[in-house]
């Protein structure tokens, strides 16, 4: 039932553009990306919603395909500041909150 | 305003010890979670609350945990008889009163069980 992401990690050069995706094998209602740098919280990027647009922040966005049960989350130009582990979250809808994160990509910017 | 706090924030314990776990969310909001998260893995929940009510403890992993928010703030997990499989971070997240809402984390307490 945990969501798959992939790649597994990625190593960028700074200015290099990476994506990495989600999937599920369960309907979603809604996908959060989280960022956590080693030792510290996952810290929110952004959440989208079934039935919702493609969503930005600074140089990062994501989309949502609900037929598909995928997530892509894109990164543009990135900075040494994106290093550190991307988990999606899903949750699937009804009176549950949790969210089930997926597998992890480890992200690696270099000067 | 402050983010979420935990405390301690790293916790030793000898095998077979209780240990109690603190989390306090961001004033107001009313849905706090627990999550584990082992070494290289995605946090994993645990339980919910919506104010002092515990909604969904399904993913707690064994009747040696127990958590409580009697006044719908502040949430303890306490777990009892530590095993050497409970070493993790156990991360708290709360929400605002939406459903679905952004959940927001803590800095986790690293638990190492010896």
């Known amino acids: 039932q945990q969501p798959v992401q992939s790649p597994q990690a990625v190593i960028l050069r700074e200015g290099e553009d990476a994506v990495i995706n989600c999937s599920s094998s369960?309907?979603?209602?809604?996908v959060h990306w989280y960022r956590q740098k080693h030792g510290e919280a996952p810290v929110f990027l952004m959440i989208l919603l079934k039935g919702g647009e493609q969503k930005g922040h600074e140089k990062i966005s994501a989309s949502f395909n609900e037929k598909k049960q995928q997530s892509s989350l894109y990164l543009t130009a990135s900075q040494l500041s994106y290093s550190g582990t991307y988990f999606c979250g899903t949750r699937r809808g009804g009176a549950t909150n949790k969210l089930i994160f997926g597998t992890g990509t480890l992200l690696a910017v270099q000067p | 305003g402050a983010g979420v706090s935990q405390s301690p924030r790293y916790k030793v314990a000898k095998r077979g010890q209780d240990v109690a776990l603190r989390c306090d969310p961001i004033?107001?909001?009313?849905?706090l979670f627990w999550y584990q998260q082992a070494l290289g893995q995605g946090p994993e929940f645990l339980t919910y609350f919506q104010n002092e009510a515990q909604l969904d403890k399904s993913g707690l992993p064994s009747d040696r945990f127990f958590a409580e928010r009697p006044e719908g703030s502040v949430s303890t997990l306490k777990i009892q008889r530590t095993q050497q499989e409970d070493s993790a971070v156990y991360l708290c997240a709360s929400s605002s009163a939406r459903v679905g809402e952004t959940q927001y984390f803590g800095p986790g307490t690293r638990l190492l069980v010896l």
């Open positions: 369960k309907a979603l209602y809604s």
């Open positions: 004033s107001g909001h009313v849905s």
